[in-house]
């Protein structure tokens, strides 16, 4: 599939069937985290592969159960917790180095659409989940300190193919030489 | 190109011939800015595209000159310039709703990543910069209150292709169910 088919037919899938995820398909997207660009190549990422249903239990009570993602926490074949080592990204001999401080969130941003985009290819579906409690989830994951944990992404094959979503017009946020 | 090789390799491209871009590639890069995720689709990015050589050169005085990409932002045919609308990503009625303030950064990283594959699978060289005096260039560029510039990107077709960078191995950034 073409990069550009990929990014504009990629949707958030939340709805799985019970298939379990076949190991070539995992590697592919282990794959596309570690070729990850990043800031001066600080590749900040770490990623927790979680099948064990007490620890998905456990991070969906940090869920509000009004998220639409509250169920695929549990119901999908893997979830990945995406974390990032802080003080990497934006950083340099010890100190930040832009008004923005860690960079770690945007490089993260990054892994995350290389797992989303490879994972479309394969046939899999991903949601991404930023809406929860992320320092109840991180002691449940036992993140250590100087990390921390951004996303979770609930991953398995789809049933649905949700419809597209309305996106604002090219025009819209497009600006010439000035904003 | 498969989005596994194009994530694979995709470099920073940093050295451009002075051949100009197609109006249609153009199209396909703001289409997949158009079409990337966001925290729910709420579409934080907008997007200047910069050719004058005045505007260039002055967004280059905001650069340390140490910079590996200090060159390209005047050499390149076109420079991408990435904003972000503050209080939209991360945010429900008008507040943060997560530890982590304002995803624009996050967002970004996303619409960036998709800019660099789609530009890769169509033989045009990027490279994300970040390090440079950012309140110093959203004046340059006009950029508006509640707005921030976060990367510029210096795009054109390389002349060279450069090594891979050294990576970690997967099993270092890789936990199973727990970091």
Redesign the interface.
């Given at each position: 599939?073409?990069?550009?088919k990929?990014?504009?037919e990629?949707r958030?899938i939340r709805r799985h069937d019970s298939r379990d995820i076949p190991a070539d398909s995992l590697?592919?997207i282990?794959?596309?985290?570690?070729?990850?660009?990043s800031?001066a190549?600080s590749?900040c990422?770490?990623?927790?592969?979680?099948?064990?249903q007490n620890?998905k239990k456990a991070l969906q009570e940090t869920i509000p159960s009004g998220n639409p993602s509250y169920q695929c926490i549990v119901t999908a074949p893997i979830v990945l917790a995406l974390?990032g080592h802080l003080e990497k990204a934006?950083y340099y001999g010890g100190g930040p180095?832009?008004?923005?401080g860690d960079?770690f969130?945007?490089?993260?941003?990054?892994v995350?659409?290389?797992i989303?985009?490879?994972a479309?290819?394969l046939g899999l579906g991903t949601v991404?989940v930023?809406?929860?409690d992320?320092?109840k989830a991180a002691k449940v994951?036992?993140?250590?300190e100087n990390?921390?944990l951004?996303?979770l992404l609930p991953l398995g094959y789809p049933t649905d193919t949700p419809a597209p979503?309305?996106?604002?017009?090219?025009e819209d946020?497009?600006?010439?030489?000035?904003?």
């Open positions: 599939m073409t990069i550009m990929t990014i504009q990629r958030s590697q592919s282990f794959k596309a985290v570690q070729c990850s660009q800031w190549n590749q990422w770490e990623l927790i592969v979680i099948r064990d620890v974390c934006g180095v832009t008004k923005f960079w969130m945007f490089d993260l941003g990054i995350t659409e290389n989303c985009l490879t479309h290819d991404v930023g809406l929860f992320h320092a994951l036992s993140v250590p990390y921390e951004a996303v979503t309305p996106r604002r017009k090219i946020f497009l600006h010439e030489d000035r904003f």
